[in-house]
């Protein structure tokens, strides 16, 4: 008996030495290449951070793993591997944005841009390019594309398949040449316009006053009128001036214009709910573990007269965070047509080579927690908006605006709220 466990010894450590033997001369694993390491950084940020911990639904490890098999040896192929994993979320808004789109894309937010002017979405039920709205008096704007828009063709090339950055790449181009989008609009035939690029001026407010009579009353009432076309990183400066400018000249009440303004920065709506909110919640957001941050006001509304909130189809993102805030706090009343229904946050992230990372972070609830992805704002006051010029905006011709100014010169309105 003693000499069979003594065997059984001997065996046991004889299979040791033999394992750990092979383990010490296994070959050593493969190191990743260039291309490799890029797309597993890709790979990392989405899954450190993207809102949906079930990424659509699959097992975004083995993702991981099939992009890694598949890595191609030159740096635009692997761009295109990076773009396929990242389509798998079913999420336009979470991309790979190239060095020059990344540079692009900083630019645009810091208030300067260059290209046709035109702020464009993947239709989220079609997955057609749909304008949401050209930028005001930008080579687009005058060239008479609307918001709702859908562009079929960029210079001949069908926009089916291609991401929202390579199509905003091929309207972009020097100074004085032009483009060619084909647009489809509802209830026309599909059309060829040219468009000449040029450098578009980016000081996102428009404001003046302006004095209406009042049924009753003897004093007419000062409208100050601000039109904000985007949330860029000049905004909630220029608002802030703006209120204070109208104030000095005797305002009673406002209308703030956010139709066709696609958004652009969350803190700079958040930043521009504050000047109209003395207290309230602005914004909810909740991420992929469910917790739920907000935004509050912080007591330093610049004004509390009466404010009328203009929207429309092209009201996107953060022009829709704003509004959400100033209906749910009953600060403003809303007029004009259901808005786009945007309401996802993403946060951009440097990569190695100099791309970026455009990731869907976070989605958010308005105060009351409605939560207007795909969904929208319905206004409290519905006018449909007539097709008018970019000249026509906030005059006679423009029923929205005109709903506007009814109802500040009546007695409905109370200072401080809708």
Same mark, same amino acid.
């Given at each position: 008996?003693?000499?069979?466990?003594?065997?059984?010894?001997?065996?046991?450590?004889?299979?040791?030495?033999?394992?750990?033997?092979?383990?010490?001369?296994?070959?050593?694993?493969?190191?990743?290449?260039?291309?490799?390491?890029?797309?597993?950084?890709?790979?990392?940020?989405?899954?450190?951070?993207?809102?949906?911990?079930?990424?659509?639904?699959?097992?975004?490890?083995?993702?991981? =793993?099939?992009?890694?098999?598949?890595?191609?040896?030159?740096?635009?192929?692997?761009?295109?591997?990076?773009?396929?994993?990242?389509?798998?979320?079913?999420?336009?808004?979470?991309?790979?944005?190239?060095?020059?789109?990344?540079?692009?894309? =900083?630019?645009?937010?810091?208030?300067?841009?260059?290209?046709?002017?035109?702020?464009?979405?993947?239709?989220?039920?079609?997955?057609?390019?749909?304008?949401?709205?050209?930028?005001?008096?930008?080579?687009?704007?005058?060239?008479? *594309?609307?918001?709702?828009?859908?562009?079929?063709?960029?210079?001949?090339?069908?926009?089916?398949?291609?991401?929202?950055?390579?199509?905003?790449?091929?309207?972009?181009?020097?100074?004085?040449?032009?483009?060619?989008?084909?647009?489809?609009?509802?209830?026309?035939?599909?059309?060829?316009?040219? *468009?000449?690029?040029?450098?578009?001026?980016?000081?996102?407010?428009?404001?003046?006053?302006?004095?209406?009579?009042?049924?009753?009353?003897?004093?007419?009432?000062?409208?100050?009128?601000?039109?904000?076309?985007?949330?860029?990183?000049?905004?909630?400066?220029?608002?802030?001036?703006?209120?204070?400018? &109208?104030?000095?000249?005797?305002?009673?009440?406002?209308?703030?214009?956010?139709?066709?303004?696609?958004?652009?920065?969350?803190?700079?709506?958040?930043?521009?709910?504050? &000047?109209?909110?003395?207290?309230?919640?602005?914004?909810?957001?909740?991420?992929?573990?469910?917790?739920?941050?907000?935004?509050?006001? $912080?007591? =330093?509304?610049?004004?509390?007269?009466?404010?009328?909130?203009?929207?429309?189809?092209? $009201?996107?993102?953060?022009?829709?965070?704003?509004?959400?805030?100033?209906?749910?706090?009953?600060?403003?009343?809303?007029?004009?047509?259901?808005?786009?229904?945007?309401?996802?946050?993403?946060?951009?992230?440097?990569?190695?080579?100099?791309?970026?990372?455009?990731?869907?972070?976070?989605?958010?609830? $308005?105060?009351?927690?409605?939560?207007?992805?795909?969904?929208?704002? $319905?206004?409290?006051?519905?006018?449909?908006?007539?097709?008018?010029?970019?000249?026509?905006?906030?005059?006679?011709?423009?029923?929205?605006?005109?709903?506007?100014?009814?109802?500040?010169?009546?007695?409905?309105?109370?200072?401080?709220?809708?």
């Amino acid at each position: 008996m003693g000499k069979t466990i003594l065997l059984a010894r001997q065996i046991s450590i004889f299979l040791l030495v033999v394992l750990l033997g092979v383990g010490w001369f296994a070959p050593p694993a493969l190191a990743l290449t260039d291309e490799q390491k890029f797309l597993a950084e890709v790979w990392r940020v989405v899954d450190r951070s993207y809102v949906d911990d079930t990424f659509n639904h699959q097992n975004w490890w083995l993702v991981r =793993q099939q992009v890694i098999k598949q890595a191609p040896a030159e740096r635009t192929q692997t761009y295109a591997v990076a773009q396929q994993m990242l389509a798998s979320l079913d999420d336009p808004f979470t991309r790979l944005l190239k060095p020059d789109q990344y540079r692009s894309l =900083q630019t645009n937010t810091s208030g300067e841009l260059t290209g046709v002017g035109l702020q464009i979405a993947l239709d989220p039920e079609t997955g057609k390019l749909r304008v949401i709205s050209p930028i005001a008096d930008s080579p687009a704007d005058r060239a008479g *594309i609307k918001p709702a828009d859908i562009i079929v063709r960029i210079d001949g090339t069908p926009t089916d398949g291609l991401a929202l950055d390579e199509a905003a790449d091929r309207m972009r181009g020097p100074i004085g040449s032009k483009v060619i989008l084909t647009v489809e609009r509802e209830g026309q035939a599909e059309q060829d316009v040219e *468009i000449k690029r040029d450098r578009i001026a980016l000081n996102p407010v428009v404001a003046d006053l302006r004095s209406y009579s009042q049924p009753g009353a003897g004093e007419p009432a000062k409208i100050g009128y601000i039109r904000l076309s985007q949330f860029n990183a000049n905004a909630a400066t220029e608002v802030n001036h703006a209120i204070r400018h &109208l104030q000095n000249q005797g305002a009673t009440a406002y209308i703030l214009d956010l139709r066709n303004n696609p958004g652009g920065l969350l803190q700079a709506g958040i930043e521009i709910a504050r &000047l109209w909110l003395d207290d309230g919640t602005i914004v909810y957001t909740v991420n992929r573990q469910g917790i739920q941050g907000s935004f509050e006001a $912080t007591g =330093q509304a610049l004004t509390r007269e009466p404010l009328v909130v203009l929207v429309n189809q092209g $009201t996107a993102s953060a022009s829709e965070i704003l509004a959400g805030a100033l209906k749910d706090n009953q600060r403003a009343t809303i007029v004009g047509e259901k808005t786009f229904g945007k309401g996802l946050i993403q946060s951009l992230f440097d990569l190695s080579d100099g791309s970026g990372l455009a990731v869907t972070v976070a989605r958010y609830e $308005t105060p009351a927690h409605h939560d207007i992805n795909k969904l929208g704002i $319905t206004p409290d006051v519905v006018v449909p908006l007539d097709p008018i010029s970019s000249e026509q905006v906030g005059t006679s011709a423009d029923r929205q605006y005109q709903k506007a100014v009814e109802l500040l010169t009546t007695n409905s309105m109370v200072a401080g709220a809708a």
